[in-house]
């Protein structure tokens, strides 16, 4: 009966280490290899950030003229209703009184984009690049 189990301790299976070891070392000197060429090839961008003290004042600039667009449609300039002409019109006397003022409409956010687009429109054609748009929450 001894001779048998020597026999089963010499029959197990034995787990050879050497292959594994040599595929992760080559995998380790891979990724090693790659995070060196990838380091060499980025190159670095001068990027001058605004300090507090560069930064411009707002002082000389004007608050902006909102109107506002309610979810009937209704437009509404510093609490009065208006229709598109007379919006037009107070845009440009604004602009005309603030050469560096900038006009904000303020629109619910449950309107259809078609009428915020046709209120745009017509605020883009006085106001030009100085018109831009807020949603309500």
Do not use: C
């Amino acid at each position: 009966m001894r001779m048998k189990s020597r026999s089963q301790r010499h029959d197990l299976p034995e787990v050879n280490l050497v292959p594994m070891m040599d595929v992760l070392m080559t995998i380790l000197v891979f990724f090693i290899i790659i995070s060196m060429s990838a380091q060499i090839n980025q190159k670095a961008v001068e990027v001058k950030l605004p300090s507090v003290e560069a930064g411009g004042s707002n002082v000389d600039q004007p608050d902006p003229l909102t109107v506002e667009l309610d979810r009937q449609g209704k437009l509404f300039i510093k609490g009065s209703a208006v229709d598109q002409t007379q919006m037009a019109e107070n845009i440009r006397q604004y602009l005309t009184e603030h050469a560096k003022g900038t006009v904000v409409l303020k629109a619910d956010n449950q309107l259809t984009y078609q009428k915020i687009a046709e209120v745009l429109g017509t605020m883009r054609d006085v106001g030009g690049n100085q018109v831009s748009l807020a949603i309500n929450k």
